[in-house]
């Protein structure tokens, strides 16, 4: 058997290995950054969504409200005026955020100028 001469590596082999991991190493950083960067706006979007989807659900609530009056009769919604109004007859006055009737808030201590 021959001896077959062994094949030498040119000098630039192991620089080129080293580049190639580098070329790895970069593409899969920028990869994961990227799926990162992905996940985080579709995350941000779907939070926009949802904040805008629960402010129409309001919006669409207040403006059923008013449409209520419209189906009740004229009587009806007369009687709902006359019973909101019993029941606030006396005039009231709003203290520390709550609504106090006249008279007790005349009842109260009160500071004297002279």
Not at 32 to 48: A, S, V
Request: hydrophobic letters at 35%; glycine letters at 6%; proline letters at 4%.
């Amino acid at each position: 058997m021959k001896n077959t001469p062994a094949i030498k590596q040119p000098a630039y082999a192991a620089g080129l290995t080293r580049n190639i991991d580098a070329v790895q190493n970069f593409v899969r950083n920028t990869l994961q950054d990227t799926k990162k960067d992905i996940g985080e706006g579709l995350h941000y979007f779907k939070d926009g969504i949802a904040g805008r989807f629960h402010r129409t659900g309001s919006y669409l609530n207040s403006l059923v409200l008013p449409v209520n009056n419209f189906i009740k009769d004229v009587t009806q919604i007369e009687q709902e005026f006359e019973l909101e109004r019993i029941k606030n007859s006396e005039y009231c006055i709003c203290l520390d955020g709550q609504m106090v009737p006249a008279s007790e808030v005349l009842k109260m201590d009160m500071e004297e100028n002279y």
